[in-house]
């Protein structure tokens, strides 16, 4: 059984910054995309960032040039650096990897509240 497990979230000011984690644990194969989704209350879930398995990576416009994807491979754990985090952030953090366990699957995580508030 494979699991995806956020951590990080949490309530901050605007101009803040946070660090999320994603880890994935259970009988992986390899782990091919990663990607990290957010939904705001009232709102469609929304894709945020994603990183290939050699570290390529692309980001949505609204999040361009404040947050930083990365991963590490030998620990099936992604990142999301959040800086110059504004109201408009706040929602819940979804991690979504597709991994192989023998066939290639897709798996969510649980997700993690992000609050921007002054």
């Known amino acids: 059984q494979v699991r995806l497990v956020e951590s990080g979230g949490g309530s901050v000011q605007p101009g803040g910054s946070l660090r999320l984690s994603c880890a994935a644990s259970g009988s992986i194969f390899s782990i091919n995309t990663m990607d990290w989704y957010r939904q705001a209350p009232g709102k469609k879930r929304e894709w945020v960032a994603g990183?290939?398995?050699?570290?390529?990576?692309n980001y949505a416009d609204s999040v361009k040039g404040r947050f930083t994807i990365s991963r590490d491979n030998a620990k099936n754990t992604m990142y999301l650096q959040m800086n110059s985090l504004k109201p408009e952030d706040t929602a819940v953090y979804y991690c979504n990897a597709l991994i192989s366990i023998g066939t290639m699957r897709n798996y969510w995580g649980q997700g993690t509240q992000v609050t921007v508030s002054s």
């Open positions: 990183i290939a398995s050699g570290g390529r990576s």
